[in-house]
């Protein structure tokens, strides 16, 4: 309710943003926008010759039909979850953090690195994440120190970070980081670090829990603190938190270490989980946009942590599916799914989508009404 | 040695400054796009595949055409649609990563790279700094045309009003949704302009990551001339300065720096650059905002 009163009086244009993106009523638009996606992607697979039918359901199948396509799903979302999380944390304080793929290449750098000791596995673990969530916060102070000092646009800094971190790693991975056996990649990270499986014959291992627990506590820190009210406050009224004596510097420098953190740790997922070799390529592998792919998970998931956790199943989803449906009968490139998420991305920027379908838009909210009457009349009988 | 260096940022200069002044057109009127980097991709992917079939005009045109096309997508969704223009520009980009990526399995046997035969590639000048494309002197000219229409034209003056107070050209009679479109479409198209320039007059291929920031780098370069076509001009010749002088130095044998350090130097100016400017420039009042009629 608090979160009302505030938007209420924040100034227009940042209204819009607030409400386009995190929405207080429920994920109808959200899945409007996938359907939208996935309709312009079938229009797309069917003009360039595929087979658009034949495509999709090669990939729900692969996805969501048994254990092991809900595993590989789940083992493609965790690092989606993660930096799904860092942009919609900085998106709560105002910010458009877009530099994920750069702090998750140093985290990567930093993650391969516990290669080069032995401790023994538990140990080794915590290790590599720390290592992982302190690069990738200190990757992420940078944007936020020239936005505070200089007021440079995070949008410019962040990418022209991503890019120094992108030639850094080449650099690294091309001299001390290298792997002897193979120029093109790192030495891996020992077995001592990685996660065992969690389910036999798929990529998900137990590193998939780490997501789901960073996720919850950041819906706790946002939602359950003072410093996560004062975070969300300032984001959507900047000059009204002032006046209540919000520090909006502190408030953008933490959203920028907490993202910095849950970028670093989607590059541990990869490479102590769902990576075969556990080691990072000369230009990045598998950690190539995933960055990226986050922000579209972020907008699908509403920007709330548990939001998150569903819609990176659901493009982890397409993502594990994919993979199966370039080896199908018509076989589909897998780079489909993106550009469906980038289709989804630019629909979710309208904002009440919805409207833009009257006859939709009236179903839903009748539908919705209905169905909170019945949930109100259910509710009655019990208490009764 | 020094003209190589000159004709080296003159051909590195060509997408960053006709892109940044694409940009100004937009954001004087008051939108902020940064699908820039995504108009640059899609249409170096298009204009090379446009080049193969109609030739290299024709490569190019495609390629603003499909920039325009971009540039008028964002305009209705972020106009008429009352859309948040950071949201739309971030699905630009994803959209042209996925877009490109998958044309390029679909229409190429080389999934990495594909490459323009030569005979489809513009012909270049041959100039005292090397070999120059006739692209390079419409993107050393335009910047100055652009200057002129801002502050001289009645059309650049209700480009400016619509960017500082839609409600008051509102009230004048201007169509402010229109002119925003119109603005829109021309800096795609021009963007476009310098992303067909990339693959079709000057590397001959198309890759997946060919931009390589080069739009964020003209968004900096925006930020940097404050809206000013000709400051643009100089800003896109100080990146494509740098990036030669990395390429340049690196040619030195026994340089001690790696190339790897070279090429950061255009993204690390890029930021130094913009530190120091920012407080000293003013954008319009209604910059990213869609406007809503009381």
Known sequence: MREEKLERNSPRYLRGIHRTLTGFHPAIESVLAAIIGLLIGAVVMWLWGYDPIAAYSTMLKGAFADKWGLADSGAIAAPLILTALTFSICLRAGMFNIGAEGQLIMAGLAVVSVGFFSLPPGLHHVVALLFAMVAGAIWSIGPALLKLTRGVHEV????????????????????????????????????????????????????????????????????????????????????????????????????????????????????????????????????????????????????????????????????????????????????????????????????????????????????????????????????? | MILTLIGFTLRAMVPITLTAVGEIIGETAGLFNIGLEGILLVSAFAGAFGATIVGPIGGLAIGMGVGALVGLLFAIVSTYWKGTQMVAGIGINLLAIGFVEFGMIRFSSNAGAFSIPSEFQLTRLNTPFGLLSPVIFIALALPFVIYWFLRRTRAGLILKAVGESPEAADVAGINVNRVRLVASTVGGMLAGLGGAYMSVAWFGFVTKGMSAGRGFIALATVVFSGLNPILALVGGALFGFFRSLGLWVDTIPGFPIPAEFLQMLPYIVTLLVVSGVIGRVRFPKALGQPYKRE
Request: proline share 4%; no cysteine.
């Open chain 1, 156 to 384: 410019v800094s962040t990418i022209m970070f991503n890019w120094i971190a992108h030639f850094l790693a080449i650099y690294l991975i091309g001299t001390i980081l290298m792997n002897p056996r193979s120029a093109d990649q790192t030495i891996p990270v020992p077995s001592t670090a990685i996660f065992s499986k969690l389910v036999k014959g798929t990529d998900l291992t137990y590193a998939v829990f780490v997501a789901i627990g960073f996720s919850l506590i950041i819906y706790f820190i946002l939602w359950h603190t003072t410093i996560g009210y004062e975070v969300r406050a300032a984001g959507l009224n900047p000059s009204a938190a002032r006046y209540g004596g919000i520090k909006n510097k502190r408030t953008i420098l933490l959203s920028f270490i907490l993202g910095g953190v849950s970028a670093g740790l989607a590059a541990a997922m990869i490479l102590l989980g769902s990576s075969s070799t556990h080691a990072m390529y000369r230009l990045h592998g598998q950690l190539t946009n995933v960055g990226f792919d986050g922000m579209a998970v972020a907008m699908v998931g509403r920007n709330h942590p548990i939001g998150i956790l569903f819609s990176a199943l659901f493009f982890g989803g397409l993502n594990a599916g994919g993979r199966l449906m370039q080896l199908g009968s018509s076989p589909v490139p897998v780079q489909m799914v993106r550009l469906v998420m980038g289709v989804i991305v630019f629909t979710m920027s309208i904002p009440e989508l919805a409207r833009i379908f009257p006859a939709i838009r009236r179903y839903s909210v009748k539908l919705v009404r209905d169905l909170r009457q019945l949930g109100s009349s259910a509710g009655r009988r019990q208490s009764r």
